[in-house]
């Protein structure tokens, strides 16, 4: 994959300079040979989405693009964790993604393979269940109630300001209009959710070509 404007080791620099910069807590060095270790994997884990994002190039990452950086700082962070049990940069990565991104996307939460943001300013993602192929929008809510956890399925879309919470189900391809909260409730699967009288939700089917517009595959 291509690195706009960046080698590996100059990327590394990069998000080294940044942790630096946002939490200037002196370690650095110790940072740094965190993301040495994890980085190929990681770029590996992130040239997978992109390639898969009908709006993005293929086989590039631009460090700039902000919604693909948010997704790299997750990745390199959800890889440390997962390989080696890496907390200290880890954490590090996750106050970086807050700061830069606006985003609550703590390293140890499960990320599908494919998930694609508009704009992550104010989406807070809790332990969920969360399908392959997922549209994240901001201001959005996922949220777990004391034990119980949402679970979201394939090819969901959630538009700003909608919210799962509980024991809440997303059917696949389905779609949470804006502002739709679905707490404790379950979405049919194809549909889009849309608030109903007195607060319920009403459905309609969803567009069938909708995905094609986030996904080449």
């Known amino acids: 994959m291509k690195l706009v404007d960046h080698t590996r080791d100059s990327l590394a620099a990069y998000i080294t300079a940044q942790c630096a910069a946002i939490v200037p807590d002196g370690k650095a060095n110790e940072f740094r040979k965190a993301v040495d270790?994890?980085?190929?994997?990681?770029?590996?884990?992130?040239?997978?989405?992109i390639n898969?994002?009908?709006?993005?190039?293929?086989?590039?990452?631009?460090?700039?693009?902000?919604s693909q950086h948010c997704i790299f700082l997750y990745y390199l962070?959800?890889?440390?964790?997962?390989?080696?049990?890496?907390?200290?940069?880890?954490?590090?990565l996750f106050l970086m993604n807050k700061a830069l991104n606006g985003?609550?996307?703590?390293?140890?939460?499960?990320?599908?393979?494919?998930?694609?943001?508009?704009?992550s300013s104010g989406i807070v993602l809790a332990k969920a269940t969360?399908?392959?192929?997922?549209?994240?929008?901001?201001?959005?809510?996922?949220?777990?109630?004391i034990k119980d956890i949402p679970v979201i399925g394939d090819r969901v879309i959630l538009y700003p300001k909608s919210s799962v919470v509980g024991a809440s189900v997303v059917?696949?391809?389905?779609?949470l209009s804006q502002g739709v909260s679905?707490?404790?409730?379950?979405?049919?699967?194809?549909?889009?959710?849309?608030?109903?009288?007195?607060?319920?939700?009403?459905y309609k089917p969803a567009p069938?070509?909708?995905?094609?517009?986030?996904?080449?595959?």
């Open 208 to 217: 069938q070509d909708l995905w094609a517009e986030y996904f080449r595959e």
């Open 37 to 49: 270790a994890h980085l190929g994997e990681s770029l590996e884990r992130l040239h997978r989405c």
């Open 171 to 175: 059917g696949n391809g389905s779609v």
């Open 130 to 145: 969360y399908g392959n192929y997922l549209v994240l929008y901001q201001n959005i809510n996922v949220g777990r109630h």
């Open 77 to 92: 962070a959800n890889t440390m964790y997962r390989r080696s049990g890496e907390t200290a940069a880890a954490t590090r």
């Open 103 to 119: 985003i609550d996307l703590f390293y140890e939460i499960a990320m599908p393979e494919v998930f694609y943001i508009g704009h």
């Open 182 to 202: 679905v707490l404790g409730q379950t979405v049919p699967p194809g549909v889009i959710a849309f608030t109903g009288e007195r607060g319920g939700l009403s």
């Open 52 to 66: 898969a994002c009908a709006p993005w190039r293929k086989d590039e990452f631009n460090a700039l693009q902000s």
